[in-house]
């Protein structure tokens, strides 16, 4: 799992990692509270747990921008050479 962060953090970017998932911690909180509010368990656990584990990714990006890794900049992921060389590299 570790690697698969790593290398997404490569290759989309630190920063850009690090949002994403803080956006997705943000929105599956907000939907376990609803989940909570509406006596849901089951729903409220997964939503919670899911925001969780985002939230470990959260921590992982932070850890590694301190370390001083950017990752790709987000101008290369749109640029289309670099997504050739990426796909070549990375076919799945």
Partial sequence: MIRRIVEHNRL??????TVEFLLVAAAAAFIGVGMVRLH?????VLALGTALNALV???FG????RRGERGTS???VFNANHRAELSQQHPH
Avoid: C
């Fill in 74 to 76: 987000l101008r290369r």
């Fill in 12 to 17: 989309n970017g630190v920063i850009f990692s």
């Fill in 40 to 44: 849901r368990p089951i729903g409220a």
């Fill in 57 to 59: 990714i959260v921590a």
């Fill in 62 to 65: 932070a850890v590694a921008w």
